[in-house]
T-cell receptor, first 115, second 109 residues
Framework: NAGVTQTPKFQVLKTGQSMTLQCAQDMNHNSMYWYRQDPGMGLRLIYYSASEGTTDKGEVPNGYNVSRLNKREFSLRLESAAPSQTSVYFC??????????????FGPGTRLTVL | KNQVEQSPQSLIILEGKNCTLQCNYTVSPFSNLRWYKQDTGRGPVSLTIMTFSENTKSNGRYTATLDADTKQSSLHITASQLSDSASYICVVNDNDMRFGAGTRLTVKP
């Protein structure tokens, strides 16, 4: 089992460019999440998908869109990248959205730099 | 203001020494509190989980404590090893995961 995988590992964009971050999990989890991690701050939730076919905004959704392609895959799209979106992005998954089965398992992260 | 505050921000100790990391939170009520370990360049991995009614949980050399009255948790690491060098993140779970900013621990030989 690979757990949660993310591609790419690193990416450099110019301001205004677009890109999609890919995430897949092989644990048959229902819920998936996208976070960003910035220095000195806790992980902040961008979007989540409680179950296949649903997506909801998190704490910092502006400038991002998501697609829950199927139960395994959840992608994050930046339509017009800005320097403020320079960050490390983590995808996570959990069996369920709410406790007690909501332990989240994280991918290795994507380090994104926007120039 | 973050609902989960961790201290210290960073800590350097010598191999073999013990250390304690602190987490203060305002989230209430909550279902559980977790400590995650995040190695450099990796995603966080869960170390311990405690429910509201538990006050201690161990995982090898890691022992977490919870005082729900004072809204404090701590993570104690015994006989530190070089591989303990990482960030340790406190997460309080109501219906959302509330993440602290983490403590960066460096263990030196």
């Amino acid at each position: 089992n690979a757990g949660v995988t993310q591609t790419p590992k690193f990416q450099v964009l110019k301001t205004g460019q677009s890109m999609t971050l890919q995430c897949a999990q092989d644990m048959n989890h229902n819920s998936m999440y996208w976070y960003r991690q910035d220095p000195g701050m806790g992980l902040r939730l961008i979007y989540y998908s409680a179950s296949e076919g649903t997506t909801d905004k998190g704490e910092v959704p502006n400038g991002y869109n998501v697609s829950r392609l199927n139960k395994r895959e959840f992608s994050l799209r930046l339509e017009s990248a800005a320097p403020s979106q320079t960050s490390v992005y983590f995808c996570a998954s959990s069996e369920a959205r709410l406790p007690p089965r909501n332990e989240q398992f994280f991918g290795p992260g994507t380090r994104l730099t926007v120039l | 203001k973050n609902q989960v505050e961790q201290s210290p921000q960073s800590l350097i100790i010598l191999e073999g020494k013990n250390c304690t990391l602190q987490c203060n939170y305002t989230v209430s009520p909550f279902s559980n509190l977790r400590w995650y370990k995040q190695d450099t360049g990796r995603g966080p991995v869960s170390l311990t989980i405690m429910t509201f009614s538990e006050n201690t949980k161990s995982n090898g050399r890691y022992t977490a404590t919870l005082d729900a009255d004072t809204k404090q948790s701590s993570l104690h690491i015994t006989a530190s090893q070089l591989s303990d060098s990482a960030s340790y993140i406190c997460v309080v779970n109501d219906n959302d995961m509330r993440f602290g900013a983490g403590t960066r621990l460096t263990v030196k030989p």
